[in-house]
């Protein structure tokens, strides 16, 4: 049973443009929603984090879009760069810190192409 | 500050072997998790500890699994006898109480084990 379910699994850009990655979960005790990235080789590294009193949150170029009510969650990369090519996680924990384990999603393969 | 730092990178046992996994996490971080992917799966929790007590083992596999944590600094994650199902590759992740109340984890590199 997967708590937190993520698409698409592969998702290819041109620089330049618009990544999209979308997140949906299932346990309304969710508080915590971090976005990881992971370069090949490396571990995930936390890139953005919300909690639900917010809708929105932006930090440079990633933005975190949260809809509460649909349990949904996505992430959005503008001007993608070819330095953004990663493997991106969804994650949920029911601690508002993070403080509790992380619930991950699949991970979404993403390449920009220049 | 070193980061997180996992040994070895990279595991291949056979079936029926035992093999350990030893994380070293930031120094200072108290919380120190362990996950596992499996080849393009989600990444799963296993365990958390505080300190040197298991806070939550709720994602341990089965009983072939023994983590721990002496003395609170580095852990290692026992596996035996090794399965094929074991596969994967498995992250240590630490933390410690940051600005605004929130607990960043710190994952590793993460160790690749292969069971054949």
């Known amino acids: 049973q997967q708590q937190v379910k993520q698409s698409p699994q592969s998702l290819i850009v041109q620089k330049g443009g618009i990544s999209i990655i979308n997140c949906a979960y299932e346990n309304t005790a969710f508080d915590y929603f971090p976005w990881y990235q992971q370069f090949p080789g490396k571990g995930p590294a936390l890139l953005i984090a919300i909690r639900p009193d917010v809708s929105e949150k932006k930090e440079g170029r990633f933005t975190i879009s949260f809809n509460k009510s649909a349990k949904q969650f996505s992430l959005h990369i503008m001007d993608s760069q070819p330095g953004d090519s990663a493997t991106y996680f969804c994650?949920?924990?029911?601690?508002?810190?993070?403080?509790?384990?992380?619930?991950f999603g699949a991970g979404t393969r993403l390449a920009v192409h220049p | 500050e070193a980061g997180v730092t996992q040994f070895p990178s990279h595991s291949v046992i056979e079936k029926g072997q035992t093999v350990t996994l030893r994380c070293d996490p930031i120094?200072?971080?108290?919380?120190l998790y362990w996950y596992r992917r499996v080849m393009g799966k989600e990444i799963k929790f296993l365990l958390h500890?505080?300190?040197?007590?298991?806070?939550?083992e709720s994602g341990m596999p089965n009983n072939r699994f023994l983590a721990e944590r002496t003395g609170g600094t580095y852990s290692t994650l026992k596996v035996q006898p090794a399965e094929l199902e074991d596969s994967g590759v498995y992250f240590c992740?630490?933390?410690?109480?940051?600005?605004?109340?929130?607990?960043?984890?710190?994952f590793g590199p993460g160790t690749r084990l292969t069971v054949t």
């Open positions: 120094s200072g971080h108290d919380n």
């Open positions: 500890f505080v300190k040197e007590s298991k806070q939550d």
């Open positions: 992740a630490s933390s410690r109480i940051a600005g605004g109340g929130t607990y960043e984890q710190y």
């Open positions: 994650a949920a924990s029911k601690d508002p810190g993070g403080y509790n384990k992380l619930i």
